[in-house]
């Protein structure tokens, strides 16, 4: 089972990096939206060591929109999706696997981009290491919530409108306790508290969301 989940996780990386856009795309968007921050707001480092981490965090929750947007649709039209459900495999299990081959292609370079970015802005050294930390905690969140809506609407036309809002609504909480913990280390407090948080909700959705988006993918192909 462990050699046929590696295969699996071989090959939709092969996959993902062979269709450039899937993370070309993100990651343009997610380079575009901070190198326009000084332009559209101002250059000043007080406001920008102020107000860079929270525009961080909403480029990461934009770029994973548009990676997620259409992760089970190509698998749908080739039929692939068909055969993962029908493989002996739990569907769970390849439901996690393929996420993780998503997050490891389309969110982790915009974590690994991320203390560039803090340096460039004037960023404290600690202020950067929280910020990627709550980063790497909080976009496998985002990538297993997006899936979710993504399952939700498989099959519909237009759902790009739809899938924005049924996710970002679930993702608030996310936004607010990796913004929280990044303001508090700035004002010098403990980020225990938010961080805590961020990592329950990480915990939360990795057991619980490939579940149901299995369980939504059954329903989606059955219909």
Do not use: N
Request: include cysteine; glycine fraction near 6%; charge should be neutral.
């Amino acid at each position: 089972m462990l050699k046929t989940l590696s295969h699996v996780f071989y090959s939709e990386l092969l996959v993902l990096i062979r269709r450039s856009q899937e993370w070309l795309y993100p990651l343009g968007f997610f380079i575009i939206m901070m190198s326009l921050l000084p332009l559209v707001f101002s250059p000043d480092p007080l406001f920008l060591k102020k107000y860079v981490p929270g525009y961080i965090w909403l480029a990461a929750l934009l770029a994973s929109l548009l990676a997620i947007e259409t992760i089970f649709y190509a698998d749908l039209e080739d039929g692939y999706l068909e055969q993962l459900i029908l493989s002996p495999l739990p569907l769970p299990c390849i439901i996690s696997i393929k996420l993780l081959a998503q997050w490891l292609i389309t969110q982790l370079p915009l974590i690994l981009l991320t203390p560039l970015i803090g340096f460039l802005f004037h960023l404290s050294f600690l202020t950067i290491a929280v910020l990627s930390l709550t980063l790497l905690i909080g976009t496998p969140i985002l990538t297993l919530l997006g899936s979710l809506g993504v399952a939700l609407t498989l099959g519909l036309r237009q759902s790009g409108v739809l899938l924005g809002l049924l996710f970002l609504p679930l993702v608030t909480p996310v936004i607010i306790f990796g913004v929280t913990s990044v303001q508090q280390i700035q004002a010098g407090f403990s980020i225990a508290a938010p961080l805590c948080f961020l990592i329950g909700l990480l915990f939360l959705a990795i057991t619980f969301l490939p579940l149901s988006i299995a369980a939504t993918l059954r329903i989606s192909m059955d219909d």
